[in-house]
Nanobody, 129 residues
């Protein structure tokens, strides 16, 4: 039974930083990947960043690269998303998901929810101007 649990998020002023965590369970090997997604108010889901927990390969949505950093700690089965220079457009619910079968790392960030093996509970990120 695959599961991911998120932590972090909250409210921050524009220009501030936040760090999200996504801890996986049920995965017996490191052959899985974790993706971060977000959904802004009235918007669809957007892939933010994804990481392979074995190879460390990463992908970033182009407009976020440079401000967001994804990292991992295999000993804790946890992936992190560090977000800097936040602005109100970054406001939304952030989700993490995990998958054991993928073709390309960028494809994970565009993967339908039903294709993921586990999906987090979501965490609110609010950036005030």
């Amino acid at each position: 039974h695959f599961q991911v649990v998120q932590s972090g998020g909250g409210m921050v002023q524009a220009g501030g930083s936040l760090k999200l965590s996504c801890t996986a369970s049920g995965f017996t090997e490191d052959r899985y990947a974790i993706g971060w997604y977000r959904q802004g108010p009235g918007e669809g889901r957007e892939g933010v960043s994804c990481i392979s927990m074995d190879s460390g390969d990463t992908y970033y949505e182009a407009s976020l690269k440079g401000r967001f950093t994804i990292s991992k700690d295999n000993t804790k089965k946890t992936a992190y998303l560090e977000m800097r220079s936040l602005n109100p457009d970054d406001t939304g619910v952030y989700y993490c998901g995990a998958v054991t079968d993928w073709a390309t790392i960028d494809g994970i960030c565009n993967m339908p929810i039903d294709d993921l093996d586990a999906w987090g509970q979501g965490t609110q990120v609010t950036v005030s101007s």
